[in-house]
């Protein structure tokens, strides 16, 4: 024991040590739209959240926008696990949204370069969306996404973007 002082932060487990850039919590704002949508504005919270026990990242989202009063009013929320793979370069992530579609996801990250990403190997559970690919980027301390979606109509193309600061 040192006798005094604060405890170190518990380390990462080894395979999540890598995307550790992407552990917190990180609030911003970010617009949307597509050719069968009108374009929107919200604001987001995301957490990143792991046991150093683990082998896996726990991950939240939710989204709200602003009426008039000033009160938020929630949009849209999900929530699932990324999985880094052993190699250290690959990801699996599950992700269950709040309009009950389901993605399985597969991609890379880059832990120098702070990049994360993902495309859908499986979209369940919906009627309209195909595919969804996710870019994650961390560049001073910020942390940025994009957002593509392709449907039985549409080619896979821009839906979301947004920048958020950790808070």
Known sequence: MDGGGEAAPPTAHPAVQPLSFLLGTWRGQGEGGFPTITPFKYHEEVTFSHHPSKPVISYSQKTWKLKDSGEPLPMHAESGYWRPKPDGRTIEVVIAQSTGLV?????????????????????????????????????????????????????????????????
């Not at 595919?131 to 996404?145: A, G, M, Q």
């Open 103 to 167: 993605e399985v996801q597969k991609g890379t990250f880059d832990e120098k370069e702070k990049v994360v990403m993902l495309k859908s190997d499986l979209v369940g559970n919906a009627t309209k969306v195909k595919e969804i690919n996710r870019e994650f980027k961390v560049v001073n301390d910020e942390l940025t996404y994009v957002v593509e979606m392709g449907t039985n109509v549409t080619s896979l193309q821009s839906h979301l973007k947004a920048s958020l600061k950790k808070v």
